[in-house]
Every structure is written in structure tokens, then in C-alpha cells.
């Protein structure tokens, strides 16, 4: 969410910035907040000069009763009572049109960053940069829950009886392999000067809308029948959430993060939950890490961010590639984003195993997350990042160390968490 001043001063800037990011459609809300926002303030202002004028009125009613002036001070108190009702009905209106104002800014998107490369979605998305040689094998690779199946290591059919399709089983190796990757993610943030944090796995809508925009929430987030509370798409969304509502002290910044959680996604308008692959689930579990900085270090920190990802990945001997998303594919809240793609060498393409993003200050605006600096009040920038999401990253784990005879190479960062396993036997 952006300034209501700078949108009130740059209608313009907003507006192209609503072009750059092919949402035509929201152009006639800026005009419409403008002459809202005016028609607030203006209300404000009769408000204070009713307060200010009952004020004075109400002081003089004690003079005019001393001066004995019975009849003046009864009128006078008859106006009190009519400005009273006046100034309730400003109140009113005040809170209304405080509501309406504040609905349409979250819907404006937020002001990209320059070196965004401008497109309408994510097949204008920018390559930026390999890391690792792509592998072509010189035998088939399987698909992914095959290659799960020949270590007894997926169960979906039982998943789908007691859920559904989007949810699955992991057996055996493969299941400590997912719990190992997760470990190692945890450790390699932790040496990288993370602070480790297990956060709720539920928040309440306030902070749901403080950390993402409508069209999000509608898409991804489970509601709890009959309280405000919400399932987490990601640990990022309570992560950013402990600050709400605070102001904290300049020198603890930056607050660095990793954090562990299951996420809990609809996957609502997704080209089908698959029945054979993990790739597009409801349930997965993640690690995160998370900034809150001073707003100049932002750009800096999005760059270690990404690149942490990236080194990680590489520990584990995956090739990836990085990925600048185009204006048309930034979710609305934010600034920047990269992408951070494996190789798959069955499919011969990169796919998405990370998303990094710098979302400025918008939501630290909307959960009203302060610093405290020697020059005053001013709002926190926040940033996100994949550290590992398993299964999903599996796929490229298993596709990228199997080995032609079936077997599954462990690589050296890992074997300490799969109890010193070099290679993985296939069962079937």
C-alpha cells in the first residue's frame, strides 16, 4: 500500500506505474480516491471547527449563568446539543469515507522498482543469471513420484482417500530426505547469522491483509470456521506479523529470520492439483527467511537474500538459474522479485523452486511496523525469501543426483543428516 500524500502529489507516477503493470482497470481509482481523500479532509476540518466552536460555547454557558443571563445560557446550551448532533453525524461520516479510502488503496498496487523489466506476465520474465551446468543424462529420467514409488517413498492413493487430491504420504527414505533438506536448510541460514524461529501456524485476518493483497488471500488462504483466524500460507506471513503494530528501536535492525512451518495453500485458479505430482499441492512445509531493515539497506538485502538460495541449492549439486519477474507477474505489494529456478533434467527446463522480494514499506504500512530513529518515526522495509520448500524441491534433488541404475547420490552438505547415507538403494 502506498502514501496517500504521494499519491495525493504524483496521480501520474501512479498511474503509470498501474499501466506498467497491465491493470488498466484501476486508473479510474485514483481520481476516485483523490476526490475521496479531499472530501475527508474537508470533513475533518468541519469537525475541528465544530469541536472547537462547542468548546467555546460550552465554556461561556458558565459566565452567562453567573451574569444571571438564564435565557442566553438555555440557548446556548440548545446549540451545544444541535453542534453535538452535527459533529456525531461528521464522526460518522469521517469513519466512513476513512474505510472507503483506505479499501481502495489497498487495491492500488505498490510503486515498482525501475530496474523492473516492464511485461504483461511470467513469460516476459528475465533471465539473469545460471549457476551450475545443466545436466543431460544419458538414460531416462522418470517422473519425480516414480522415482519416490521405487523407494516405497510416496503414498497418494491412501492420501487421496483421507483428503483428496494436493496431499500425499512420503514413506521412508524419502521422507527423511524431505526432513533432512529442511534440517540442512535451518542450519545453513542459522551459520549464515539467521535468527532460527518456529512462528504460528494461524493468524488472524488483520494480518492477513497486512501482508497480502485481496486477490492473494482469495487465492491461497484456508479460513478457520467460525473464528478470525486463517492457516499460513507461508511462515512469512506470521513472521512479518510478530512486528505488527510495533515501533522498534533503530539500532536492533536489521531482524533476520529463518523460520520453519507447514504452509496451507488453495491453490485456487491453478491449472489443476495433479493426481500423480507434488508439484502443485495444499500442504507442504518450508524454510523461510525474512528481513526488517531501514530502508536504505533494502536493495542490499534482497540481493543476500536471493543468492542464499542460491548457494544453498548448489551445496546440494543442482543447477539453478535466477529469474527477474516482470511488472505483470509482481504481486501488488511488491517492489522487486527474482525467482530462483531449478533444472530439471527430465522436463530439459528450469523450474521454480524460490521466490525472493523486496516489498518496500508497504507492509510495514499496512501492519503499521516503525522504527525509531535519532531523526524521528519512519516506516520498516520488508523482505521474504524461499530458503527451501519441500516436496517440491525434491523434485529437482531426486532428478538431479539419480544415477542410472536407479540408485540417489546424497550429496557431502547432507550425508550428516541422513546419518552419514551416501547413496540412496531403490527398494522396487
Sequence with gaps: MIDIKFLRENPDVVKENIKKKFQDSKLPLVDKVIALDEELRQNKKKADDLRANRNKISKSIGALMGQKKFAEAEEAKKLVAEQAQELAACEAKEAELEEEVKKIMMIIPNIIDPTVPVGKDDSENVEVQRYGEPVTPDFEVPYHTDIMERFSGIDLDSARRVAGNGFYYLMGDIA???????????????????????????????????????????????????????????????????????????????????????????????????????????????????VVCKPEDSPMWFNKLWQNTVDLFRTLDIPVRTLECCSGDLADLKVKSIDVEAWSPRQQKYFEVGSCSNLGDAQARRLKIRVKGEGGT???????????????????????????????????????????????????
Design 176 to 290: 527423511r530426505l524431505h526432513s533432512a533438506v529442511i534440517s540442512y536448510a535451518r542450519d545453513f541460514m542459522i551459520d549464515r547469522g539467521f535468527t532460527y524461529c518456529v512462528p504460528p501456524f494461524m493468524i488472524r485476518s488483520n494480518v492477513v491483509t497486512g501482508v497480502m493483497s485481496f486477490a492473494e488471500m482469495d487465492a491461497m488462504m484456508y479460513k478457520i470456521e467460525g473464528e478470525d483466524l486463517y492457516l499460513i500460507g507461508t511462515s512469512e506471513h506470521s513472521m512479518i506479523g510478530k512486528f505488527i503494530d510495533q515501533i522498534v528501536p533503530e539500532a536492533e535492525l536489521p531482524y533476520t529470520l529463518t523460520s520453519y512451518s507447514p504452509c496451507f495453500r488453495k491453490e485456487k485458479g491453478a491449472h489443476g492439483i495433479e493426481e500423480r505430482g507434488v508439484y502443485r499441492i495444499h500442504q507442504f512445509e518450508k524454510q523461510e527467511m525474512i
Design 378 to 428: 519512519y516506516l520498516a522495509h520488508t523482505l521474504n525469501n524461499t530458503v527451501v520448500a519441500p516436496p517440491r524441491m525434491l523434485i529437482a534433488f531426486l532428478e538431479n543426483n539419480l544415477n542410472a541404475d536407479g540408485s540417489v547420490n546424497i550429496p557431502v552438505a547432507l550425508r550428516p543428516y541422513m546419518g552419514g547415507t551416501e547413496k540412496l538403494i531403490p527398494k522396487n
